[in-house]
Nanobody, 119 residues
């Protein structure tokens, strides 16, 4: 079991940057694959990015490739999402999640942080 708390959301102009953080409690943080998801009003939640336990591999949705970077610092029990060249369509509630590397679902979720990109 792990508890996740996101921070770093806010209002930014199109073309700007923002870095989200997800702080995890528990001494087994490094045992989890970590991911970022987002959900806009009236739309379903969508995958954004993931990072493996050691941070040696990452994966991204096509919509954010080249603009977003996921990273983690296991010593700080924190995962980050660096968002550059933001677009209005990036506006959503961003949530971090954790799962076993052997699982197909994401059982642990943070409460989310709002990102709003203005034009």
């Amino acid at each position: 079991q792990v508890q996740l708390v996101e921070s770093g959301g806010g209002l930014v102009q199109a073309g700007g940057s923002l870095r989200l953080s997800c702080a995890a409690s528990g001494r087994t943080f490094s045992s989890y694959v970590m991911g970022w998801f987002r959900q806009a009003p009236g739309k379903e939640r969508e995958f954004v990015a993931l990072i493996t336990r050691s941070g040696d591999n990452t994966g991204y949705a096509d919509s954010v490739k080249g603009r977003f970077t996921i990273s983690r610092d296991n010593a700080k029990n924190t995962v980050y999402l660096q968002m550059n060249s933001l677009k209005p369509e990036d506006t959503a509630v961003y949530s971090c999640a954790a799962k076993s590397p052997f699982g197909s679902t994401w059982p642990e979720w943070g409460q989310g942080t709002q990102v709003t990109v203005s034009s």
